[in-house]
C-alpha cells in the first residue's frame, strides 16, 4: 500500500540514496498506487540529494496539476528547496514567491540555498524580508546569515546576528551556530572577539577549534594558532586531517621545523597518511617551506601515488629558497612521469627561469602556454610571465607579454616597471606608471616603492612630491613601514634632508630601516651632527643598531671630527659582537680612525679583525698616504698581497701616491705594469690621473707625458696633473 511505499520512499531519501528513492516512486506508480504528498515530498529530496532537476520538474508539473500546493506548505517547501539544491536558485525563488503560506522553514530553504551557492547579499537580503513579514529566526537561519557576513566581512551585521542569538539563549545547546559565530568572526578578521565566543560556549568541538586556528594562520599569527592547536589537545578534543592540514601550513609559515616534525609523526602513528592524500601533499609544504627539502623530497619520493600538487609543493620549495636548477630538474622528472604541470607548477618555473636568467628556458616555458591556451585563463600566469622577461633583462620581451594579455593588473605592470627601473632605463618607467594609471589602474604599495627609488636615483623631486601626495590620498601609510620608509629615502637622495625629516616624523610606525634611512642621509650629505643626534634617539626609543648604522655613524664621526663618539662606538661595536660577525663594521672602524691620523688605533683594529679584505686594508693604506706615512702603504701592500688579498683600483690609486711622494719610480712603474695588465685604466680615469701625478712627482716628465697621452679617459685633473 502506499504507506508501505512512502516507509521505504522515505527512509532511502532520509538516508542520502537519492536514486534507490526515484526507482521506488517508479515501482509504486508502476503498481497503480497514487503518490500523496509524504511522498512527493520524500522524493523532492531526495531529487535534491542527487541534483536529478528533470525528474524534479517532473514532481513539480504533477504537483501543480493536481492543486496539492493550495493546501500542503511542507511540499512547497521541498519544492523551494529540490530547486535550491539543483542550482536552479531563479526557479526557487520563483517558486517561493508563488506559494500561498510562507513560514521560517521555507525562507530557511531559499538562504541555504543562496548560502550553499556563495550569494551572501542575496542571503541578507532574504533574511531582512523574513524579519519584514513578521516571521522569527532560528538556528538554521542564523548560521547561514552568519556564514553570509564572513564571506563579505560584514562584521557589524554579525555583531548584530550574536546580539539577537545571545537574547534568545540559543547558544546553549546548539554548539553548530557556536561554531558559525566563531567562523564569521574569523573570517571578519576578529580573531580576539572569535576567541572570546569559544571560550563562552558551554562546549566546543573541534570544528570550533578549526575555525580559531584557521583564522590565527590567515592573519599571519601563526603562534596563536599553535597555542590553540595545543589546548584544544588538553581540552581532550582531537585534532582532525582539517586541523593537521593547517598546522603543518602554521609551520611552513614560520619555519617551525620540529614542531612539524612531530606533526608528522602524529599523523603517521594515527594512520591518517594512508587515506589522506593532502595530509602528505601538506607534509612536502611544510618541509620545502622550513628549509628542509631534502625530508621533502624523500616524502615525495615515498608516495604511492604522486600528482601535480606533490610535485608543485616541492618545486615552489626549491624556488623560493632561490635552488633554482632543483626546481627546473624537478619540472622535467615531473613531466617525465606524465604529470602536466598546472598554473602553480608554471609560476614557481617562471620565478626559477628568472632567478637562473635562462631566458632560453623561460621562452619554452612561454610557448607551452600559449600551445595549451593558459595565458588567457589566469592574470597571475601572465604577470609571472612579464616578471620573468623583465628580470631576464628581455624588456621589450616583457611589453609584449604584457600587451598582449586579454586581462592586465597591477602585478603585470609593477614587474615591468621594476624591470626598466632596474636595467636604468628611468624615463620607460616612469612612462609606464602614466599608462597604466591612463588604463584604469591603481598604483598600489609595490608601484610606489619602485617609483620613489626611481625619483631619487634620478634626482627628480618633483615627481616625488607629487607622488607623495598620491600616497598620503589614499592612506597607504598607515599599515606600510615599507613605503613610509622608501618615502624618507626619496627625499634624502634627493638632497632634501628637512623633507626627509618632516616625513620621517610622520610616519604612523618607524623601524631600524627607517632610522637607518635619515642617518646614512645625514651622514652622505656632511650633516653629521644631525646624524650623530638620530643614533642617540634611536636608542632611546628602544631600537639597537645594526651593520648599517654603525657603518653611517662612524662616517659621521669623521665628518664632525668627534673621534670621542667614535671611540665610544667603538666600544658599543665591540661589546655587541659586531667585529666577530661583520668586517664592514670593522673596515668602517679602521677607516675612521686612519681619517682621524689615529694610525696605530687604525691597525691595531684592523689586526683584531678576524676577517680582513681589500676595504680593510684600503682603508688603512688611504690613511698612511694622507698622512705622508708612504713606507708604511707600501709595506701594507706586501702584508695584504701575502695573505692572498689582490689589490683593487682603489688599493693601487694610493699606493701611487705614495711612490710619488717618495719618489719611488721603480715601485711605481711595477704598478704601472700590474695595472696594464689587468686593463684597469679602461674605465677608471682616477687611476690614470693617479699615474700621470706619480710620474710627474718622480720628475720623469716624459712618461708622464706619454702616460697622459695615452690615458683611454681624460678629464680636467688629467690636464691639471
Keep these: 500500500n502506499e504507506f508501505s511505499w512512502n516507509a521505504l520512499i522515505s527512509g532511502y531519501a532520509q538516508h542520502g540514496f537519492g536514486q534507490e528513492a526515484i526507482n521506488c516512486f517508479d515501482r509504486m506508480q508502476a503498481e497503480g498506487l497514487t503518490p500523496d504528498a509524504i511522498t512527493f515530498t520524500a522524493i523532492l529530496k531526495a531529487c535534491g540529494k542527487i541534483g536529478s532537476i528533470h525528474k524534479g520538474k517532473q514532481i513539480h508539473d504533477v504537483i501543480v496539476s493536481r492543486g496539492l500546493l493550495e493546501k500542503d506548505i511542507v511540499l512547497g517547501n521541498a519544492l523551494v528547496d529540490m530547486y535550491a539544491k539543483c542550482l536552479v536558485l531563479p526557479k526557487s525563488q520563483q517558486v517561493f514567491e508563488g506559494l500561498p503560506v510562507r513560514d521560517v522553514i521555507s525562507w530557511n530553504a531559499l538562504i541555504v540555498g543562496y548560502a550553499q551557492h556563495g550569494q551572501a547579499h542575496s542571503v541578507l537580503n532574504c533574511f531582512e524580508e523574513m524579519l519584514f513579514e513578521g516571521l522569527h529566526a532560528d538556528g538554521i537561519t542564523f548560521i547561514c546569515v552568519l556564514k553570509a557576513c564572513g564571506n563579505i566581512g560584514a562584521i557589524e551585521k554579525g555583531k548584530q546576528i550574536h546580539e539577537e542569538i545571545s537574547c534568545m539563549d540559543l547558544l546553549d545547546n546548539n554548539i553548530v551556530l557556536g561554531n558559525a559565530l566563531i567562523d564569521m568572526y574569523t573570517k571578519c578578521g576578529a580573531l580576539a572577539k572569535a576567541q572570546q565566543v569559544l571560550e563562552d560556549l558551554a562546549r566546543h568541538d573541534v570544528v570550533s577549534w578549526n575555525s580559531l586556528i584557521a583564522g590565527y594562520n590567515q592573519q599571519g599569527q601563526c603562534r596563536e594558532a599553535l597555542h590553540c592547536f595545543e589546548q584544544m589537545q588538553v581540552e581532550g578534543v582531537h585534532p582532525d586531517v582539517v586541523t593537521y592540514s593547517c598546522i ?44 628542509a627539502l631534502a625530508v621533502a623530497k624523500e616524502v615525495l619520493e615515498g608516495l604511492s601515488i604522486r600528482s601535480v600538487d606533490s610535485w608543485s609543493a616541492l618545486i615552489s620549495g626549491y624556488a623560493q629558497l632561490g635552488q633554482s636548477k632543483e626546481a627546473l630538474n624537478c619540472f622535467e622528472h615531473m613531466q617525465s612521469e606524465g604529470f602536466s604541470p598546472d598554473v602553480v607548477t608554471f609560476i614557481y618555473i617562471m620565478k626559477s627561469c628568472s632567478n637562473l636568467g635562462d631566458i632560453n628556458k623561460g621562452k619554452k616555458i612561454h610557448d607551452e602556454l600559449v600551445n595549451r591556451g593558459f595565458l588567457g585563463k589566469d592574470i597571475m600566469l601572465g604577470s609571472a610571465l612579464v616578471d620573468m622577461y623583465a628580470k631576464c633583462g628581455a624588456l621589450a620581451q616583457a611589453q609584449e607579454v604584457l600587451d598582449k594579455l586579454p586581462v592586465q593588473d597591477v602585478v603585470c605592470w609593477n614587474a615591468l616597471i621594476t624591470g626598466y627601473a632596474q636595467q636604468g632605463n ?9 599608462r597604466m594609471q591612463t588604463e584604469g589602474l591603481s598604483p598600489n604599495s609595490v608601484t610606489f616603492i619602485c617609483i620613489l627609488k626611481l625619483c631619487g636615483n634620478i634626482g627628480d623631486i618633483e615627481k616625488g612630491e607629487q607622488i607623495h601626495e598620491d600616497i598620503m590620498s589614499g592612506g597607504l601609510l598607515e599599515k606600510d613601514i615599507v613605503l613610509g620608509n622608501a618615502l624618507v629615502d626619496m627625499y634624502a637622495k634627493c638632497g632634501l634632508m628637512a623633507r626627509a625629516q618632516e616625513a620621517f616624523l610622520s610616519l604612523p610606525m618607524r623601524d631600524i630601516v627607517s632610522w637607518n634611512i635619515l642617518i646614512t642621509g645625514y651622514a652622505h650629505w656632511e650633516e653629521g651632527h644631525k646624524a650623530l643626534t638620530c643614533f642617540e634617539q634611536m636608542q632611546i626609543e628602544g631600537l639597537s643598531p645594526d651593520t648599517i648604522t654603525f657603518i653611517c655613524t662612524l662616517k659621521a664621526c669623521g665628518n664632525t671630527n668627534n673621534i670621542e663618539k667614535g671611540q665610544e662606538i667603538h666600544k658599543v661595536v665591540a661589546n655587541m659582537g659586531f667585529l666577530e660577525k661583520d668586517v664592514s663594521v670593522g673596515n668602517s672602524l679602521v677607516d675612521m680612525y686612519a681619517k682621524f691620523g689615529m694610525l696605530t688605533k687604525a691597525e691595531n683594529v684592523l689586526e683584531e679583525l678576524p676577517v680582513r679584505d681589500v676595504v680593510s686594508w684600503n682603508a688603512l693604506i688611504s690613511g698612511y ?16 698581497q701575502c695573505e692572498g688579498i689582490f689589490p683593487d683600483t682603489v688599493t693601487f690609486t694610493c699606493i701611487l701616491k705614495a711612490c710619488g711622494a717618495l719618489g719611488e719610480i721603480r715601485k711605481g712603474k711595477q704598478i704601472h705594469d700590474e695595472i696594464i695588465c689587468k686593463c684597469l685604466l679602461e674605465e677608471n680615469v682616477m687611476l690614470g690621473n693617479a699615474l700621470v701625478d706619480m710620474y710627474a712627482k718622480c720628475d720623469d716628465l716624459k712618461k708622464a707625458q706619454r702616460v697622459f697621452d695615452e690615458l683611454p679617459i681624460q678629464d680636467l685633473v688629467s690636464w691639471n696633473v
Excluded at 602524529?266 to 601538506?282: Q, W
Excluded at 628611468?426 to 602614466?434: D, P, S, V, W, Y
Design 248 to 291: 603543518m601550513k602554521v609551520c611552513g609559515s614560520i619555519q617551525a621545523l620540529e614542531k612539524g616534525k612531530h606533526i608528522h609523526n602524529m599523523v603517521k602513528s594515527k594512520g591518517l597518511l594512508e587515506n589522506h592524500y593532502e595530509l602528505k601533499t601538506g607534509l612536502i609544504c611544510m618541509y620545502a617551506q622550513c628549509g
Design 426 to 434: 628611468f624615463h620607460k618607467a616612469l612612462n609606464c606608471f602614466e
Design 625 to 640: 698616504v694622507q698622512y705622508q706615512r708612504g713606507k708604511d702603504a707600501l709595506k701594507c701592500l706586501e702584508v695584504m
